[in-house]
């Protein structure tokens, strides 16, 4: 999910498409060597569901992780017209993906839909203060469709456990974007142009 300061940026996109991704850098939070292959993965999985529309049943299912570095999210940050100041470091947020093929067909094939994924749970480790802190958020991201094209997204978050700071920046970013929609721009483009762009390529490449 981009980055926009905050992995909870990136958590929405993990959590709605699985890979939607931040440039890489180093870091001090390693990559993982299986990282890239399972994104890639699920892509797949999810494009083949966005592409062909079928089956319609079941359940698209990835267990994903994604590690990005500090000067990474930063630059995000920059880039973006309503900057948010990251003040930690490297972050590794890892989450069971779970969303059903139904919702993805409807949402690209009825002319105006809200896309309400289940709740998910994402584990993040935030590095902080020369030290790794363990952050949960629990949320359930929605996504209205309008004719197959994103237009609007909530992060929905519902809880966040965690240390202070950190809980406070998440909690306080989440309610500016679903209220209002601090980053509305970046989040449905980057989402349109993983539907219409990458998925068609991603199938079509086999």
Request: proline share 5%; with cysteine.
């Amino acid at each position: 999910m981009m980055g926009m300061g905050l992995p909870g940026g990136a958590l929405l996109v993990l959590a709605t498409l699985g890979t939607v991704a931040l440039p890489a850098g180093a870091m001090a939070l390693e990559e993982k060597k299986d990282e890239k292959d399972k994104l890639k993965a699920c892509e797949r999985r999810i494009c083949d569901a966005i592409v062909k529309k079928a089956p319609a049943t079941g359940d698209v299912s990835c267990a994903l992780t994604k590690t990005w570095a500090r000067k990474s999210i930063k630059e995000s940050s920059e880039d973006e017209s309503k900057k948010v100041d990251w003040t930690f470091g490297d972050a590794r947020c890892t989450v069971d993906l779970k969303v059903p093929r139904s919702l993805i067909v409807s949402a690209l094939s009825d002319p105006g839909v809200k896309l309400e994924l289940p709740l998910h749970r994402v584990d993040c480790e935030i590095e902080r203060d020369k030290e790794v802190d363990r952050v949960h958020f629990t949320l359930g991201p929605k996504v209205r469709f309008e004719n197959g094209v994103a237009k609007q997204v909530w992060i929905n978050l519902k809880k966040v456990e965690g240390p202070g700071a950190i809980k406070a920046m998440a909690t306080s970013l989440a309610k500016l974007e679903d209220t209002v929609g601090l980053f509305q721009g970046p989040l449905t483009k980057a989402i349109n142009k993983f539907i219409a762009e990458k998925c068609p390529k991603t199938v079509k490449g086999g």
